[in-house]
Every structure is written in C-alpha cells, then in structure tokens.
C-alpha cells in the first residue's frame, strides 16, 4: 500500500504549482526540497540560455542556489499572503506551513523572505491576493510591518537577515 505523497502537481492561478493532498496544521514540515546546489555564478549563467530553471532557483545560503529541476521546489509559486515557508534545517531546504493549510489548497510561499539584500532579481506579481504587492523584491525591501511578522514566526533564513550587513 502506498502513502499520499504530500503535494501533487497541478494547474492554478499561474501555470502549475504546488497543491496540498492533505491538511497541514501550522508549523507542519510539509516536505524537504530537493535538487543540486549549485553557486551563484552556475545561475547567473543559466539566464542567458535557461532563464526559467535560473529563476526557479532558490536561494539555500549566502552563495548557493537549490536547483529544483524536476523536484517539488520547481513549481513552488509565490504569494504575497502565503501559507508556507522555505526554511533551512539541518543543512537541508523545507518547506513548513505557516498556517493550516486545507487539502486541495496550493501552497505558497513569499518568495521575498528568500532575497537578501544583494539580490537584484525582482518579478512582477499577479499572486491575485487583496494585499497583493504587485512587485516582488528583496526581503529589505518589504514593509516593516511584513518584515516584524515573518521575523516573528521565523519565516525568513538567517542568511536573507543578514545579507545586508
């Protein structure tokens, strides 16, 4: 008998992305993400030839990148109200809910708790949330008020905190 992964790849708001198969109560690890972690300059270089897998790349310290191809992590979408967060654990990126998340529901995830203060890439939003920002852009740059919140429920790296000192 086999188990229900967690997630399921599926049509949404914006192309595929990630549904849940099952509830997650808040703080629930939902799945680790796996990939190649590659530097900064492998995914720079990939925006001149491959500029979508560049883009799915998420950032896993101050100088590498996970490369999620074919993994969970390459059809985690953003939002600007969202219900999960990438963290790093034990060496390792995952993906935890921040709040209940329903089954059937897409999880999403900030994509600005990932970009430090040097990042330069930035992606116009069309997430559809009411509080949508309309603009994504490095964790420094978010309001205060966002920033106080995802620091209070441990929503953002250590390396994104300290990216701009």
């Not at 390459?74 to 993906?95: D, Q």
């Not at 205060?144 to 919140?149: D, K, L, W």
Request: aromatic share 8%; glycine share 10%.
């Amino acid at each position: 008998m086999s188990r229900l992964p967690p997630l399921r790849i599926e049509r949404v708001r914006n192309g595929r992305g990630l549904v849940a198969n099952r509830a997650f109560t808040p703080g629930a690890l939902i799945t680790p993400l796996h990939g190649r972690v590659v530097s900064a300059r492998t995914v720079w270089g990939w925006w001149h030839g491959q500029p979508r897998r560049a883009a799915n790349c998420i950032r896993f310290d101050a100088d590498r990148y996970l490369d999620p191809t074919g993994e969970w992590g390459e059809f985690a979408n953003h939002g600007c109200r969202p219900n999960a967060a990438i963290l790093r654990e034990r060496g390792r990126l995952v993906l935890r809910s921040l709040r209940a998340i329903r089954a059937g529901e897409e999880v999403l995830h900030d994509y600005s708790t990932l970009l430090g203060a040097d990042d330069v890439w930035t992606m116009r939003c069309m997430c559809g949330a009411g509080a949508c920002r309309g603009m994504v852009r490095s964790f420094d740059r978010l309001p205060a008020a966002t920033r106080r919140r995802y620091r209070a429920i441990g929503a953002v790296p250590g390396f994104i905190l300290n990216s701009g000192r």
